[in-house]
């Protein structure tokens, strides 16, 4: 082949890097230049007109002048990505296009999995039949730099290396001892092949893998293959790519183009990535690989600029955008030459390529699965173990510590070769040492490896690899990439390619009579012994073992020149295809004239002589061959080199153990801290309370002590376990009062009254501090004070104030030890107390001690005697009966009990008074009575005696009787029984006074602290047995009489009929299991709107759930998160869903005012309104559990995560972009990604809401709860935040969210504008029990009904809280009232707030209204028969209910309720005092006997108690006589104790058999609302009737 002078010409310029780009004479000389004057020449090509062509084939130039070529503007370049290079079918030869298949695919299920299931391992397979020895040279003499050219070429037109997103793990099991030490399941990584999303589904369309670049020679890996990525490379100016500040290299990727960057092998050992900076930017993003492909990457790119300056400097008129498609247009069309026909020759051993014919727009120029998976790997058995590197003087370089990143510096210094398998992924290392020449130099001058079966192991076991398994086998994954691509088997492949399939396994390479291979026989054997079948043979292996010394075999070889035949003539801008307009005909013999030498000395400082013409062979005579072959250097050996590093493993978890128990800790740690803050603060409110208790009382205790002596810094010794405590003790009132610190409380007091001497006993040793005070039948005060000074002081006062008191003082010094010793400590007097009283008990009941009351050993004679000699004083006698020591009552009774007047109460005393408790008959305990309140023990009974017994009885329950009610009822009790002139009564008198209820007295007992009296139980409403009587069934009703008026309808019958109804007794013969069922029937006919909306909601929030996990699990099984995380994703995605359904629908519950509108409308039929409330609560609960699964779900999910590559982390949360180098930790995704940080904060957010809403909260510091729930905004703002993320999938929270929150801020909206209306109080008054009563003005268009509920605000308190209070007003009145009682700090404060005291004469403060709002109690009128129950301040809703009735009853209107039983719980008389005027308003109004009302005060003592039982006996006859009650002045029924609703319900019911349902409706304490709960419930099992209930809490 003649070497043309004209391609000389223009390729020198290439050395012309003169600023001014003009050269010397003597280089124009040297390359034959023509030269225009002295200062400038120019290739010939440019001398001559665009449209003449002045060749005439001779040797000489025939235009003397340049005349400039003109700008073409009409000239279409070639594009990046390859569309529209075929107009007709423009996507044929695109970018991320599928590769093209020349066999239909294998896969096992036709559709996506991978062919070969039944093959051989691939491991087994590279190990038997590609491992061997290197160093055998090219039967061809074929070059390394023809290998490494084959590698850029493959890729120029081909990139299917990435692995899928999701990802796909087809991991390769390690045969047995492969690798040493690897654990028994470790698997060789391999992901499968990114693919058209769009395939795969089905065997009519199998899955197609995608080629991300063109299969265009159309310079993609000096470009890039899109307008962006070559942006990015380009100078932009003078048309060139940007060059690097260390030189002429490409620039270093700064800007962070997706260069593919993974781990350097070598340095696996560190278990780190670098970061992608160092490589220099190249179109191709594979091109810094090793240093052999990227040499080739900086050819072409100063190849580029060498274009570019040229035309830069001949052409001023062109731009920078015309200079560099120039350029890139010449680069492009001489390397498409080169590839065609240079390397392609030389790499399949052709004579020539064939001819080219024309653009063909039928042609498909896609590479093929054959191509791209098998034939092309082709060029790994040419790959040498390392590359030598020689310069021009034929001086070959030996390595240094700079020549890799080798660990050992010893072994990677001094050998000729640079090791191929260390040089993975740090190329510049290298090159950045000698520059590319001496690499292209080296190259040109080594023979490659064989063309047999042989791979290197830098390829075979030694190739890079993640960071798990840094070092790979690329034979093992070149089979399973065929697999994974669903290729056929070999024969098949051949079959379809029409080569004809081989019969035998030595048909493969006709072994042992085919001259050209150098496969050993050997080899087929081992294949067949492995495979077994021909016709399992993977397509690699098979093709391989056809190589012959002419390079590929028959299938390769069929396979690869079809691929590049159809490349060329399926490219419209091929340089040949005349009719592009990118050339002229003698610019394409000219581009067909250029090669790869050409190139070199053009773009490099290598000269016409230093390197061979055909730089694809290296002969003898070839430049430096005869110097190689007497070094042993034209082919290098792996043992001539550095060793490859060994394999090494990673754990990506590593880094993220402690962040990922310190982050789980620290939540867990934060939700404890929540709970131990509430209590914490809860306490801290107690205790203020308390403080200001007790402030109030110190107060009220110096008033008290003013005139009395007290004495401070004194201790008080409790015992030797206990510690001293600091007290006060005051002298006077004839005692001895020992307080706590601040008088905060009475510790000890020492009743002088009947003292006539004490005991003194002081200490003589240890500073003479301690004095000891002791009493008979007291416990002993020691006190111990700071000084003997202080002491004495004290004695002396002492002393003196008993002396005023005429008390004998005995003063006995002692030892510290012996007055310690010989003291009676308050635990002491205690334990005997409960010995005496379980003694006395015993023996009154005729009982045998309980064994567990005793002690753990039998009582010592010792121990007997003081419990027979222990004495009760007055005080001790008190407290046992629960009663304050002056009260009239324990007085006179321990006066009676005191036999002996010793004013002490003996053994014998005691257990003669409980004897007759526990045994005596009516006329004994009421003479004890007669006895107790005998003050004069005259044997008679005045009438003011009699007064005072029944005001003793109301003592101890804070009760009060008016007097005018007293006189009343004894000159009653008097008259009836004839006594209404007798002034004082003798015991017979007595009996007949107390005849009527003598039977009263049959089982009185008195209740003492410690005593066990055994309360009758209480008879259940039906008998268990079927002969049981419905007499039985007695109820409070029933029990206790009034007379009421004498007419009678349907509905209404008076309590004394309703007393003596006539019942009869019924049989039931309903079993347990039946009386269950029923009473389920009831339950869900009287909850069926709730039960259906319930069902509803969960089936909603179910298949909320369902959805998302069932896509999770089915849909996306092959997703990579769902095969990294597993079933944990589908868990956690389908609680996520149904967290922002509930989150979302949790806001439609607190839209009062619609709430409030709606149940007034026919909807309330249909849809439970009122039970907002406790709807509320379930979807927090449903909220709170699927956060909880959520929360859960996703600690395991990030822990699955942070063991994943950083690449396919890359993939699976695509919106979370790190750097190549960069491997994220579990810390990264927690705290470092908006939802990671968001989902942290909502934990925080979230436990606060929900542990400050738990009831604890409520009830012991509503603030807490009030200020805490109002955190649901930044809760709604960081869900909002938290799906922004798109970590998994696109937020969709909107979707749930949209619609109630608008409904809510519509809803908040109308209470602001209510809000904002400022109320005027007309009038405030404190009313018992710490209630405030506010009347404030009604706002106009103010309408509500009766049982609803307000929330109001006063700014006067300084901060906008509001809190919920029921109406007590009426709709028909023209103001609005509440009565708020202080049980927390705002209601408190309020409660102050309008105390006149504080007042001091000022306006009231105003107040802010919000409502009203509606609840279950308005409905009461919906029932023929309403029952409603309200517990303490709970009454409140009925108040204004009461107020309805009596305004409808007045104005004659129509009400559908025909009974109301009203009834009211209360602790003490005073409790209702101001509901008083309500209920008499309600009896005066009520003609009809609509309303009937019970009071109920549980703060009496028990039902049979002595005490209890007389002031049954004076209401109930004071009922009689005067027909209202004797402590409340009302017609209604009052009752001692609790009431039992379920007899009490139950006569209801039979007092009005025609009923069918009875409403119910409560409020108060859960407790009480739980009992009239329980009462209905079991009602509703008998089937007489249904009683729904309706309740809210407080």
Not at 119 to 128: G, K, V
Not at 450 to 457: F, S
Not at 1044 to 1061: A, S
Request: net charge neutral; aromatic share 12%; with cysteine.
């Amino acid at each position: 082949m003649l070497y043309n002078r004209d391609l000389v010409i223009i390729l020198c310029i290439g050395l012309l890097w003169n600023p001014t780009y003009a050269v010397t004479q003597d280089i124009c000389n040297k390359y034959q230049f023509q030269c225009v004057n002295e200062q400038d020449c120019i290739p010939w090509m440019w001398k001559c007109d665009g449209n003449e062509d002045c060749s005439d084939g001779s040797d000489e130039i025939k235009c003397s002048h340049p005349k400039p070529k003109q700008e073409n503007f009409n000239t279409e370049y070639p594009g990046y990505d390859g569309w529209y290079n075929n107009p007709t079918n423009p996507n044929w030869g695109a970018a991320d296009m599928p590769l093209r298949r020349l066999v239909p695919p294998a896969y096992s299920d036709g559709s996506y999995k991978p062919s070969g299931h039944n093959r051989a391992s691939p491991l087994e397979l590279s190990e038997a039949i590609m491992k061997g020895e290197t160093g055998h040279r090219s039967f061809l003499n074929r070059t390394v730099l023809m290998t490494f050219f084959g590698q850029q070429v493959v890729e120029e037109i081909l990139d299917a290396q990435r692995p899928g997103c999701p990802p796909e793990y087809f991991n390769i099991p390690l045969p047995e001892g492969h690798i040493p030490n690897a654990p028994k399941d470790f698997q060789m990584p391999f992901l499968r092949t990114r693919y058209d999303m769009n395939t795969g589904y089905s065997p009519n369309s199998p899955r197609q893998q995608l080629n991300e670049v063109t299969p265009y020679l159309d310079g993609g890996l000096i470009y890039g293959t899109s307008k962006a990525w070559a942006d990015a490379l380009r100078e932009f100016h003078g048309g060139r790519l940007s060059r690097s500040h260390r030189g002429n290299y490409p620039h270093e990727n700064d800007i962070g183009l997706p260069m593919a960057n993974p781990p350097p092998p070598a340095e696996a050992h560190n278990h780190t990535l670098r970061n992608a900076e160092r490589f220099f930017k190249l179109g191709n993003p594979r091109g810094n690989e090793n240093p052999f492909l990227l040499t080739f990457g900086i050819l072409l790119f100063r190849y580029h600029n060498y274009w570019a300056d040229y035309f830069a400097a001949r052409q001023p008129g062109w731009n920078d955008e015309k200079i560099y498609n120039e350029a890139r247009k010449w680069t492009i069309a001489i390397y498409q030459n080169i590839v065609l026909y240079e390397w392609l020759p030389a790499f399949l051993n052709l004579q020539e390529t064939p001819s080219y014919s024309g653009y063909n727009q039928h042609v498909h120029p896609g590479i093929s699965h054959v191509f791209q998976s098998a034939a092309m790997r082709f060029g790994h058995t040419l790959v040498p173990p390392g590359v030598i590197r020689r310069t021009t003087q034929c001086e070959y370089i030996k390595t240094t510590v700079h020549s890799s990143y080798h660990p050992n510096k010893d072994a990677k210094s001094g050998h000729h070769g640079i090791r191929t398998c260390n040089s993975y992924w740090n190329p510049q290392v290298t090159i950045l040492e000698h520059d590319i020449e001496p690499i292209l130099l080296g190259m040109a001058s080594q023979i490659t490896e064989r063309e047999d079966n042989i791979i290197t192991e830098d390829l075979r076991g030694m190739v890079f690899g993640p960071l798990e398994f840094s070092r790979r086998d690329l034979m093992a994954l070149n089979i399973q990439r065929g697999r994974d691509h669903g290729l056929p088997d070999y024969n098949t492949i051949r079959d379809y390619l029409g080569l004809g399939r081989k019969e035998s396994f030595e048909d493969i390479n006709n072994v042992g009579n085919n001259s050209k291979s150098a496969i050993d026989k050997n080899i087929i054997r081992r294949l067949k012994n492995i495979s077994g079948n021909i016709d399992n043979i993977d397509v690699w292996v098979g093709g391989l073992l056809e190589t012959t010394s002419d390079g590929p075999g028959e299938l390769f070889h069929h396979v690869i020149l079809d691929q590049f035949l159809r490349i060329r003539d399926g490219d419209r801008f091929w340089f040949e295809n005349i009719n592009n307009g990118l050339f002229t005909r003698h610019n394409i013999t000219t581009i067909r004239n250029t090669f790869l030498k050409d190139v070199v000395v053009a773009a490099t400082d290598i000269t016409n002589d230093d390197i061979q013409y055909d730089v694809f062979h290296y002969n003898k005579g070839d430049p430096c061959y005869d110097v190689g072959e007497a070094m042993d250097l034209l082919i290098i050996n792996s043992t001539s080199m550095e060793e490859c590093t060994k394999i090494h493993t990673f754990d990506y978890f590593t880094g993220s153990e402690i962040a990922y128990l310190v982050s789980f800790g620290a939540i867990l740690l934060w939700i404890f801290a929540c709970v131990l803050l509430l209590i914490i603060l809860s306490k801290a409110t107690r205790w203020w309370k308390m403080k200001e208790q007790k402030r109030r009382a110190v107060q009220q205790s110096m008033e008290h002590i003013s005139n009395i002596l007290t004495y401070t810094g004194v201790k008080e010794w409790r015992g030797f376990d206990a510690p001293c405590i600091s007290v006060i003790v005051a002298l006077g009132a004839k005692a001895i009062t020992v307080y706590g610190k601040d008088f905060n409380e009475k510790r000890h007091v020492i009743n002088l009254n009947n003292t006539k001497k004490l005991s003194f006993y002081i200490t003589v040793d240890q500073g003479c501090r301690y004095f000891r005070v002791k009493m008979e039948k007291e416990y002993d005060l020691v006190l111990m004070f700071s000084s003997r000074v202080s002491r004495q002081k004290f004695i002396g006062d002492m002393e003196g104030f008993l002396g005023s008191l005429k008390i004998m003082i005995k003063t006995k010094e002692l030892t510290h030890d012996m007055m310690l010793f010989g003291s009676i400590t308050k635990q002491q007097r205690q334990k005997t107390l409960e010995r005496f009283f379980r003694t006395a008990f015993a023996h009154a009941l005729s009982q045998d001690l309980d064994p567990s009351d005793m002690d753990t050993v039998c009582w010592s004679a010792e121990i007997a005697q003081e419990v027979l000699g222990c004495r009760l004083t007055k005080q001790e006698f008190a407290e046992a009966l629960s009663m304050q020591p002056k009260s009239l009552f324990v007085e006179q009774m321990f006066e009676v009990v005191d036999k002996e007047n010793f004013g002490t109460i003996s053994f014998r005393d005691l257990l003669d008074m409980l004897i007759i408790f526990a045994k005596g008959s009516p006329e004994d305990k009421l003479r004890l009575m007669f006895d107790v309140y005998d003050i004069g023990r005259t044997g008679t009974l005045s009438r003011e005696e009699f007064k005072a017994m029944l005001k003793s009885m109301l003592e101890g329950m804070s009760g009060t009787i008016e007097q005018d009610s007293v006189e009343e009822l004894i000159d009653s009790m008097f008259e009836k029984a004839g006594f209404k002139e007798k002034d004082n009564l003798n015991f017979r008198n007595f009996l007949k006074l107390m005849g009527e209820h003598k039977k009263h007295f049959d089982r009185v007992y008195i209740g003492v602290a410690g005593g066990n009296y055994r309360e009758e139980k209480v008879i259940p409403a039906y008998p268990a047995t079927k002969g049981g009587s419905l007499r039985r069934a007695e109820t409070l009703i029933r029990a206790y009489k009034q007379i009421e008026g004498k007419k009678e309808n349907k509905y209404r019958r008076t309590l004394k009929d309703l007393r003596y109804v006539k019942t009869v007794n019924a049989k039931y013969s309903r079993t347990s299991f039946e009386r269950r069922i029923l009473a389920t029937t009831r339950f869900i006919e009287n909850n069926r709107l709730r039960i259906f909306h319930l069902v509803l909601y969960f089936l909603v929030l179910f298949g909320i759930f369902a959805e998302r996990a069932y896509y999770f699990t089915i849909e996306r099984e092959h997703a990579g998160l769902r095969q990294i995380a597993g079933y944990g994703v589908s868990i956690t995605r389908g609680a996520a869903s149904a967290m922002l359904f509930t989150f979302s629908i949790i806001l439609l519950t607190m839209c009062r005012n619609l709430l409030t509108k709606l149940r007034q409308t026919f909807l309330n039929r249909f849809i439970p309104f009122d039970s907002a409330l406790a709807f509320h609560k379930i979807v927090a609960f449903s909220a709170l559990f699927f956060t909880i699964i959520h929360c859960i779900g996703h600690a395991l999910n990030f822990y699955h995560i942070s063991t994943q590559p950083a690449d396919d982390l890359l993939c699976l949360f695509r919106d979370y972009f790190h750097r190549s180098h960069e491997l994220p930790k579990f810390q990264y995704w927690l705290y470092n990604t908006i939802t990671g940080f968001t989902g942290v904060l909502l934990v925080i957010v979230t436990a606060i809401i929900f542990i400050f809403s738990s009831q604890y909260a409520r009830k012991n510091s509503f603030n807490l709860f009030w200020i805490t729930h109002n955190l649901y905004i930044i809760l709604y703002i960081l869900m909002m935040l938290h799906g922004t993320g798109q970590l998994v999938q696109r937020p969709f929270f909107h979707l749930f969210f949209v619609g109630p929150a608008v409904v809510f801020i519509f809803d908040k909206l109308v209470s602001v504008s209510k809000k904002k209306v400022t109320l005027i109080v007309k009038r405030a008054e404190l009313l018992p029990s710490n209630v405030t009563f506010l009347e404030f003005q009604r706002p106009s268009h103010f309408e509500y009904k009766s049982g609803q509920w307000v929330r109001l605000s006063c700014p006067g308190m300084g901060n906008t809280e509001y809190h919920p209070f029921t109406l007590t007003s009426a709709p028909h009145e023209d103001t609005l009232t509440v009565h708020v009682r202080a049980v927390g700090p705002w209601t408190t404060k309020l409660y102050h707030l309008f105390d006149p005291i504080n007042l001091k004469g000022l306006s009231y403060p105003k107040i802010c209204l919000d409502g009203p709002f509606g609840e279950g109690h308005q409905d009461w009128y919906q029932f023929d028969v309403a029952v409603l129950i309200g517990g303490g301040i709970g009454v409140t809703p009925y108040a204004s209910i009461l107020k309805d009735i009596i305004s409808k009853t007045n104005s004659n209107s129509r009400i559908s309720c025909k009974k109301v039983y009203f009834i009211w719980v209360t602790r003490t008389q005073k409790h209702f005092e101001w509901l008083t005027d309500i209920i008499r308003e309600v009896e005066d109004n009520d003609k009809t006997g609509l309303v009937c009302v019970h009071l109920f005060i549980t703060q009496f003592y028990q039902k049979f108690d002595l005490r209890t039982t007389m002031l049954y006996i004076c209401e109930r006859h004071f009922q009689k006589i005067s027909n209202r009650s004797l402590f409340t002045g009302l017609r209604s029924i009052t009752h001692f104790g609790r009431p039992h609703f379920t007899s009490f319900l139950n006569s209801v019911q039979k007092h009005h058999p025609d009923v069918k349902r009875f409403g119910v409706f409560s409020c108060g304490p859960p407790g009480m609302t739980h009992n009239v709960e329980t009462a209905c419930s079991e009602l509703n099992k008998y089937g007489t009737a249904g009683f729904v209930h309706h309740y809210e809490n407080f």
